[in-house]
C-alpha cells in the first residue's frame, strides 16, 4: 500500500505517528508539507528539520513530484493544507480518501447558520458525503460539528494527537514522583488568555489557605506570563512555585513525571490539547477543562483522570482539593492514565489501525475499530458532552 499525508506542515505532534507510518511502509509512505512553518510556531520551538525526515516532501519545494505522490497513492489522508485544490482534485479522482480535522465551530455552533460558510463548507466536505470518503475527529466534538452539516454520515471516527510514548514499569514511575507528603502540580502551556494560567494562582491561594503542602509548577511563556510572576509574588507564593519558561518538549515530559497532578485548564477554543496525552504518558492525575478536544475521548472521569465543566474555576478547584483531602484514594487515577495512553492512545496504535482501516477502504469495506483511534466518533452536542463523559457514555 502506498499512503500519503498531506498537511501544512510536520510537527513534533505528528512525528511519532508518521515515524510508525514509516516503519511499516517505508517508501510506500510519504508527508506533504504545504508550507512553511510560520514564524510564531518556529519561535515557540516547534521547528523541525524537515530535510533530515526521510517520508516528507515539501509541495512548495517540489509541486510537480508532491502532486505525482498523491496522484499514484493508493489511500491518502488530508490535513488542513491550505490547498484545498489538492483535496479537491484527489476526491473527484474516486481514489480512497481520508480527511482529519479539529471542530470547525469552536466559537460556537450558531455560526453554522452563515451561508457564506456554509458554501466553504458544501465545497470541501459536504458535497462528498455520498462517497467513500472518511472523517478523522481530532477531537470530541468535530463529530457533531460535522454531522450538523450533513457531512460524512456514518464516516466519522475517532482521531486526535499522537506523543511520544515514555514506557514505565509501574514502580518505576511511581518512584519518580516524590513522597514526602508534598503535591506537586504541573501546568504546560502558552500563557495566553484561553488557557487560563490565571486559575493556578487562584488555586495556589486556596491549597495555602487550607495549609496543604504543594508545588506549582509552570512550563511556557506567552503575553501574560510576566503578569502570573509578578501575581505570585504579590501574593507571597513564591515559594510555591516553579517557573520554567520555554521548555523543550522533552524537558516538559521530564518535569511531568516528577508530578502528581497535571492540571489543563484552557478552554473551548483548544481543539485537542496534547499535553493531555503527555501528562497521561507520564503517570499524572489529569484535572481538565471537559471543553477540551482531547478529555472526551482519553479520559474516563473518575476511573483515569477527572474533568470539570464550561471552564468553570470553582468546578477545578473542588475537584483538586479532593484529590488533597483524599489522595490515596485517587492516586491509582494515574497509572490508569498511563494505562491508556500505553495500550490504546499511541503512534503505534493508531498507525496500525489506520493502515488495517485504509485498506479496508481500498476495498470498499469501512471497518471500525472497536476503540481508541479509528472507532466511531459519537456525536454528542457540546451542552451534553459533560455529562456524557459523567454518565460513561463516551
Known amino acids: 500500500m502506498t499512503f500519503v499525508f498531506a498537511s501544512n506542515y510536520i510537527n513534533h505532534h505528528q512525528i511519532p505517528l508518521c515515524d510508525a507510518l514509516y516503519r511499516e511502509l517505508g517508501e510506500d509512505f510519504t508527508f506533504i508539507q504545504t508550507m512553511p512553518m510560520e514564524r510564531e510556531r518556529l519561535e515557540m520551538g516547534w521547528g523541525v ?14 509541486r510537480d513530484g508532491c502532486l505525482q505522490k498523491l496522484a499514484r497513492s493508493d489511500v491518502a489522508l488530508f490535513g488542513w493544507t491550505e490547498h484545498e485544490e489538492l483535496a479537491e482534485a484527489r476526491l473527484q479522482s474516486g481514489k480512497p480518501t481520508m480527511r482529519v480535522s479539529e471542530r470547525l465551530y469552536r466559537e460556537g455552533q450558531w455560526r453554522a447558520i452563515s451561508p457564506r460558510g456554509l458554501c466553504a463548507k458544501y465545497r470541501e466536505h459536504i458535497r462528498y458525503r455520498r462517497q467513500a470518503v472518511c472523517m478523522l475527529c481530532a477531537g470530541a466534538y468535530a463529530a457533531s460539528d460535522f454531522h450538523l452539516i450533513g457531512a460524512y454520515p456514518g464516516k466519522l471516527f475517532r482521531w486526535g494527537y499522537f506523543t511520544e510514548l515514555r514506557t514505565y514499569g ?34 495556589a491561594k486556596t491549597l495555602r489557605a487550607r495549609g496543604y503542602r504543594f508545588c506549582m509548577h509552570m512550563l511556557g511563556d506567552g503575553e501574560v506570563e510576566l503578569t502570573i510572576r509578578q501575581e505570585v509574588d504579590d501574593l507571597g507564593l513564591k515559594e510555591h512555585f516553579r517557573f520554567y519558561g520555554y521548555t523543550a518538549p522533552d524537558k516538559v515530559r521530564d518535569v511531568m513525571e516528577r508530578c502528581h497532578i497535571h492540571l489543563f485548564t484552557s478552554n473551548h477554543l483548544e481543539g485537542w490539547g496534547a499535553v493531555v496525552n503527555e501528562g497521561m504518558n507520564s503517570g499524572c492525575v489529569e484535572v481538565v477543562n471537559a471543553q477540551v478536544g482531547a478529555a472526551p475521548y482519553l479520559i474516563r ?39 491508556t495512553i500505553r495500550d490504546v492512545w499511541n503512534a503505534d496504535r493508531a498507525a496500525g489501525e489506520l493502515l488495517r482501516f485504509a485498506g479496508g477502504l481500498a476495498d470498499g469495506d469501512i471497518r471500525p475499530a472497536k476503540e481508541g483511534p479509528l472507532s466511531v466518533a459519537p456525536v454528542i452536542s457540546p451542552r451534553g458532552m459533560y455529562r456524557a463523559m459523567t454518565e460513561g457514555r463516551i
Open 49 to 62: 528539520d524537515v530535510h533530515s525526515l526521510p517520508y516528507v516532501k515539501c509541495l512548495y519545494e517540489d
Open 170 to 203: 509501574k514502580e518505576e514511575l511511581e518512584a519518580m514522583k516524590p513522597q514526602d507528603g508534598t503535591l506537586h502540580i504541573v501546568w504546560a502551556g502558552r500563557f495566553i488568555p484561553l488557557k487560563h494560567p490565571e486559575y493556578v494562582v487562584r488555586l
Open 301 to 339: 472521569h473518575g476511573e483515569n483522570g477527572l474533568v470539570y465543566p464550561n471552564g468553570s474555576y470553582e468546578k477545578m478547584e473542588a475537584l483538586v482539593l479532593e484529590l488533597f483531602g483524599h489522595w490515596e484514594r485517587y492516586r491509582h487515577m494515574g497509572w490508569a492514565a498511563y494505562e
